[in-house]
């Protein structure tokens, strides 16, 4: 079995600075595509960063400049640095995956989701 387990966020003042942490775990033959989505209460889940095994990076407009994903292909491990910190990034951020598991079988996995508050 493979699940994305999610670790970090909390609450933080406008301007400062978060970390998320997302681990691949279970049996697993390698990942591929790592996302990171958020969703706001009322609205509909959005993408905001993805990285692909090779480490290339893609962002939304509204992080860029702000969020940085990095992964560890040895550790099956994604994170999320989230700086300079803004009222609208509120929100329940979500790691998202493409997993080959040791059957051979490619799924998508979601993980748990972690919250992510920033007062003003």
């Known amino acids: 079995q493979v699940q994305l387990v999610e670790s970090g966020g909390g609450l933080a003042q406008a301007g400062g600075s978060l970390r998320l942490s997302c681990a691949a775990v279970?049996?697993?033959?390698?990942?591929?595509?790592m996302h990171w989505y958020r969703q706001d209460p009322g609205r509909q889940r959005e993408l905001v960063a993805s990285?692909?095994?090779?480490?290339?990076?893609t962002y939304a407009d509204p992080v860029k400049g702000r969020f940085t994903i990095s992964r560890d292909n040895v550790k099956n491990t994604a994170a999320l640095q989230i700086d300079s910190l803004r009222p609208e990034d509120t929100a329940v951020y979500y790691c998202?995956?493409?997993?080959?598991?040791?059957?051979?079988?490619?799924?998508?996995?979601w993980g748990q989701g972690t919250q992510v508050t920033v007062s003003s």
């Open positions: 998202n995956a493409d997993i080959w598991d040791l059957s051979g079988g490619l799924r998508n996995y």
């Open positions: 279970g049996r697993i033959r390698s990942v591929s595509l």
């Open positions: 990285i692909s095994p090779a480490g290339r990076a």
